[in-house]
């Protein structure tokens, strides 16, 4: 299956090849798009470049927008009519970098990123928070974990998104495990109890009931 991936920096990058080593194919699109070229000349047969945003998405089963929560609003608005009927996975965290280097949040504490993309995005497209749980490295350093792969925590209220998030997770190595609705993203963020995890699924389900 095809899935778009908006966004070729530290984590999209990082996910457009973990699927594409579990087969998925790509159609890749960045602001830069020499940035979405190197990635797609580096992944081989399994990517294409796609002409802007919104070509990105035509065909596409899945849609990732890999991109800094500051941008995603505008690339939502910009893409809005391909992304209905669509499963949108966002591995955004709420946060923004100062020109100190400085982490800050975007969002008042305790409010659910969730949410607030989910209130973004045009009727009819199914948002599942995934992908951002872990650091870029970390993310492929544990994908195809042996004997007993790693869980990849995603949140969302749409039962086909979570489904269809699934097999995404499966296709790049994990094992997936739903850690509530959309209303509990914050627990997957930098900051969050399962942010950063490896962990295998008995451990996940136990931490997941004990928050
Ligand atoms: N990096 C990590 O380890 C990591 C891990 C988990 C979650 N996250 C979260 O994931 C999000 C992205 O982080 P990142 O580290 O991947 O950021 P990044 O390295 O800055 O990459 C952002 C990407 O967005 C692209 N972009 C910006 N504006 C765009 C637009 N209008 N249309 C299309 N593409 C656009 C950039 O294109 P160009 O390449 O052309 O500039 C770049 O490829 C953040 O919210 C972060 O908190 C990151």
Known sequence: MTTAIIGTGGIGSAIAR?????????????ADPASAR??????????VVAVDN????????AVV???RFTVLKGVIDEIAGPLTGQLVVVPSNPLTLDAHGSLSLVLPKGQSSGKVVA?????????AMAFGTMSADLFESASNRSPQPAVLF??????????????????AGFEPVKAGGLEQ?????????????????????????GA
Do not use: N
């Open 18 to 30: 973990q699927l594409a080593s579990g087969g998925e194919t790509l159609r890749l699109s960045s």
């Open 38 to 47: 190197t990635l797609a000349a580096q992944i081989g047969r399994a990517a």
């Open 54 to 61: 919104r070509d990105a998405v035509q065909g596409a089963d």
């Open 65 to 67: 927008l890999a991109l």
């Open 119 to 127: 209130g973004w995005l045009p009727a009819g497209a199914r948002l």
């Open 154 to 171: 995603y949140v969302t209220d749409d039962d086909r998104a979570g489904q269809e998030v699934e097999r995404l997770i499966r296709a």
């Open 185 to 209: 993203s914050g627990r997957l963020e930098v900051g969050g109890d399962l942010h950063d995890l490896v962990v295998g699924p008995a451990e996940a389900r136990s931490l997941i009931g």
